[in-house]
């Protein structure tokens, strides 16, 4: 609770109407702990609030390639290291992101390659 505490500080203290929350850590938190945080942001609201989810994913092809090879640099077979990244890559992307469609509607939640952005003048970073 202490993480509230701290964030309820900084966001009472903002100038400004609209609020920024970024950090890759957001991505790990539980559908139930998402639900947690979006209510806590409703809670203290001094208005209507609206969220707009942004979510950056890798593209599958690099970030595959990458695992085939971290795989094979540990010493798996071929054959392992190429189906581990098949199996992880719905992992990757569709749990990752159904979660924020669940918990903030489909309507808030878009979804963008990470290469494609960075390429973009006000990208992210």
Known sequence: MGN??????????????RLIISGEGI????????????NFLISIST????????IYVRNH??????????????????LDSINEPTASLTKLYKNKTEKFVQ???????????FEEAIEKEYGPV
């Open 4 to 17: 509230f505490k701290k964030l309820n500080r900084e966001i009472i203290k903002r100038d400004s109407t």
């Open 27 to 38: 991505s790990l938190l539980s559908m139930n702990n998402l639900y947690e945080f979006k």
């Open 47 to 54: 208005s209507n609030i609206t969220f707009k989810v942004i």
């Open 61 to 78: 092809v690099t970030w595959s390639v990458r695992q085939v090879q971290q795989g094979l640099k540990i010493g798996k077979t071929y």
């Open 103 to 113: 918990v903030f509607g489909k309507e808030n939640v878009g979804v963008y390659t």
